[in-house]
């Protein structure tokens, strides 16, 4: 296992495999979109396979793709089978928009897929096409039964939390009572350019802290009659890699967990480099700080690799300092 100037041991590698999405969510991009990077510019399935079986060897065991909409992306079924067979990876999980999920599921989980994550932010149909701009909430909604449906397991969804768009947040919450759904909540970050005056539009106000949401759930549970939510011991919570704080209702299949990338930064458990849709290696989501790893596959240069790979390691900063914007939007690092 990889350890950072910081002690802290880094074993996951997030891959977006695209820049495009099928959505438009406002958190994640402008309304109008953005500018498509050329096809020639984007990794391909090859490069990805070369660089996981490089990071593997580097002490990387989890890979988790991402997009854009991962699902999107020509052959994505046989990169998940190749990255699933890569010596040294022992987990592969993929984070998507769901909409595609229904055609896909079975393919995905017979080619050794292990967890999906769908992003998912209301339950309500036009509140949905207003967050998205695009899509059918129905297709999501398939997406979440095709996965149980083949066998994926922990199916969780995530939703961000945006104050101003009012959610309905313990009617989310309740999806982990009859079915073992693990609904994260996200606070919303600063990413992207513009923040607060055009671009994703985030302004501070609209990022509910943990505390206070958990909070307000539980006050809306027990009105409801069902109890509040109650804290559960790592070893009970759905498997996972990253730093949710995880709760449960009395009698509940599933759970409700928290990431609070802004309220209780997580930096100090930090286990992660991602990698652009263009190869670009950020140590870190709140930096601009870039490594160029396409230069380096393209050159068929592994120990080039290796040592970029071993350079943002050791930049990788010990906290994201509150930083609230950057170059980049959600969409184009690959979250």
Not at 2 to 11: A, L, T, V
Not at 294 to 301: E, V
């Amino acid at each position: 296992m990889s350890k950072d100037n910081h002690g802290r041991e880094i074993d996951y590698l997030r891959i977006s495999v695209t820049d495009r999405c099928n959505l438009r969510c406002l958190y994640c991009m402008p309304e109008d979109g953005v500018t498509w990077k050329p096809h020639d510019s984007i990794l391909t399935i090859e490069e990805i396979e070369r660089l996981v079986r490089i990071a593997a060897a580097e002490g990387f065991s989890r890979i988790r793709l991402t997009g854009g909409e991962p699902l999107v992306r020509l052959g994505i079924v046989d990169l998940v089978r190749s990255v699933v067979k890569t010596a040294g990876i022992e987990s592969v999980a993929m984070t998507t928009n769901g909409l595609l999920l229904p055609q896909m599921a079975e393919q995905l989980k017979q080619a050794g897929l292990q967890r999906v994550n769908i992003s998912l932010d209301t339950l309500d149909p036009e509140q949905f096409t207003y967050i998205t701009r695009r899509g059918k909430i129905e297709d999501v909604f398939a997406g979440i039964e095709a996965d149980l449906a083949v066998g994926f397991n922990p199916v969780k969804i995530n939703a961000v939390v945006v104050r101003s768009l009012n959610q309905d947040l313990l009617t989310f919450a309740k999806l982990s009572f009859d079915r073992p759904l693990h609904v994260r909540f996200i606070e919303y970050m600063p990413v992207g350019d513009s923040c607060g005056s055009g671009g994703t539009g985030w302004t501070e106000a609209d990022t509910i802290p943990n505390d206070e949401l958990v909070s307000m759930l539980n006050a809306l549970a027990i009105a409801d009659g069902i109890g509040p939510l109650l804290p559960i011991a790592k070893t009970k919570s759905p498997q996972g890699w990253g730093p949710a704080q995880y709760y449960q209702f009395d009698g509940a299949k599933g759970t409700v967990g928290f990431i609070s990338a802004l309220s209780r930064h997580f930096c100090s458990e930090c286990n992660r480099l991602r990698v652009t849709a263009e190869g670009q290696l950020r140590p870190c989501l709140f930096s601009d700080l870039e490594y160029d790893l396409r230069t380096a596959l393209r050159a068929g240069d592994d120990a080039s690799v290796q040592e970029t790979l071993r350079r943002a390691l050791k930049a990788k900063p010990d906290s994201h300092h509150h930083r609230v914007g950057t170059e980049r939007l959600m969409s184009q690092i690959g979250g």
